[in-house]
């Protein structure tokens, strides 16, 4: 994928925390986070959380279309992402069986789990209307990015949505 996409992840870092600093709640970053990306990643549609709670995804602060409330884990690249532990980018949404289709410009996705003392308690999800949008370079971003969300955050707020399932190995 070309670079011009690929925003400065060392300064958008940097204003990630700035942003988050001396705010705990998980739904006032999540949300503030979601507005930042929107404003500061290019080409994509939709951007923002879902959460474990009550052993599936439910969505949580986001920017862009009304999306599906609920995912089950396993199901979509969401749940996939939940499911495995692990950040699963899908340069062509339509090649991805199962993909679930809130939004019909998307075109390729890029979900991040948020692993917490090893367990899932939720994912950011980002969709872009052009296919293959997702670099490896956004790939590292985007993890960073939510390392920092993770650490600004008081995570225990996440214990009440559920304890959140192991990483697949
Ligand atoms: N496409 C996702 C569903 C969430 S929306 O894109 C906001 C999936 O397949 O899990």
Redesign the pocket.
């Known amino acids: 994928m070309s670079t011009s996409h690929t925003p400065d992840y060392s300064a958008l870092l940097a204003e990630l925390a700035a942003l988050l600093d001396g705010q705990r709640d998980v739904i006032a970053n999540a949300a503030n986070m979601s507005a930042l990306l929107r404003e500061r990643l290019a080409d994509v549609n ?1 951007v ?1 959380f879902y959460f474990v709670r009550t052993g599936e995804l439910i969505v949580g602060p ?1 920017q ?1 279309r009304p ?2 409330a609920r ?1 089950a884990l396993g ?5 996939t992402a939940a499911a495995r532990g692990r950040t699963v980018v899908v340069p062509d ?1 339509h090649a ?1 069986p ?6 019909d410009r ?1 075109r390729s ?1 890029i ?1 991040v789990p948020l692993v917490v003392q090893g367990r899932v308690v939720g994912v950011l ?1 980002v ?1 872009s209307p052009l296919r293959d949008r997702f670099s490896q370079q956004d790939c590292w971003g985007l993890e960073q990015l939510v390392s920092v969300f993770l650490r600004a955050t008081d995570v225990t707020q996440l214990e009440p949505i559920g304890p959140g399932i192991a990483p697949q190995e």
């Open positions: 939709w923002g986001f862009g999306a599906c995912i199901q979509g690249v969401c749940g949404v991805f199962g993909h679930i289709a809130c939004d998307s996705e979900v999800d969709d």
